[in-house]
């Protein structure tokens, strides 16, 4: 839309900004009670959300590897619970992950793993860390929430805060 950014590795601290936090943003859904000071904490907050929407429908929660698994019967699996939350007479059929580089626009793109970016990575890493606790400990406990497979889901978000940069290290 025309808006310049500022330089990534200036998004730390109070700069960071609160909107990417996104399990913020499935709280205020409503499908956790709000009342226990760790779940604020794993938010970010210290208290809770005073505009909560409290939905009364079930969510649908997806990891966004899990649709691109290289696991064919996962894949199969997670078309099958899709359609079956949305109600569809007939399956979904798998996605195609289609990589076009003539409309991608890499001119965004950073690489994280350069020192420069390290105060940045630490701030996501520990985001990705409260995401993942907090799905598991307080949102996918809730019989409103929804997910395929949901050992193999767990799996993934327990991953959201492992440093990618080491793995980097290490294949190299």
Same mark, same amino acid.
């Given at each position: $839309? ?26 205020? +859904?409503?499908?956790? =009670? ?20 409290? /939905? ?5 929660l997806?990891?966004?590897?899990q ?5 064919q019967n ?16 007939? $399956? ?5 992950? +289609?990589?076009? =580089?003539?409309r ?5 793109? +950073?690489?994280?793993?350069k ?10 890493l520990? $985001?990705?860390?409260?995401?993942s606790?907090? /799905? ?9 929430v ?11 978000v327990?991953?959201?805060?492992? =440093? ?9």
């Open positions: $839309m025309g808006n310049k950014l500022p330089p990534a590795e200036t998004f730390v601290g109070e700069k960071f900004p609160p909107g990417v936090r996104f399990h913020e943003h499935l709280a205020r +859904i409503g499908k956790t =009670d709000l009342s226990d000071p760790k779940e604020y904490e794993l938010l970010g907050r210290t208290q809770p959300e005073t505009k909560r929407l409290n /939905l009364t429908g079930k969510v649908f997806y990891e966004v590897a649709p691109y698994d290289e696991d996962r894949v199969l699996a997670y078309c099958e619970d899709l359609s079956n939350f949305l109600g569809l007479s007939q $399956m979904l059929e798998p996605m195609q992950a +289609i990589r076009d =580089d003539k991608a626009d890499y001119h965004y793109k +950073i690489d994280v793993c020192p420069k970016y390290k105060a940045v990575r630490e701030e996501l520990e $985001m990705g860390r409260n995401a606790q907090w /799905l598991q400990e307080y949102f996918l406990v809730h019989p409103d929804v997910v395929s497979s949901p050992e193999h889901f767990r799996t993934l327990q991953t959201w805060g492992t =440093d990618p940069c080491l793995e980097k290290k290490e294949n190299l």
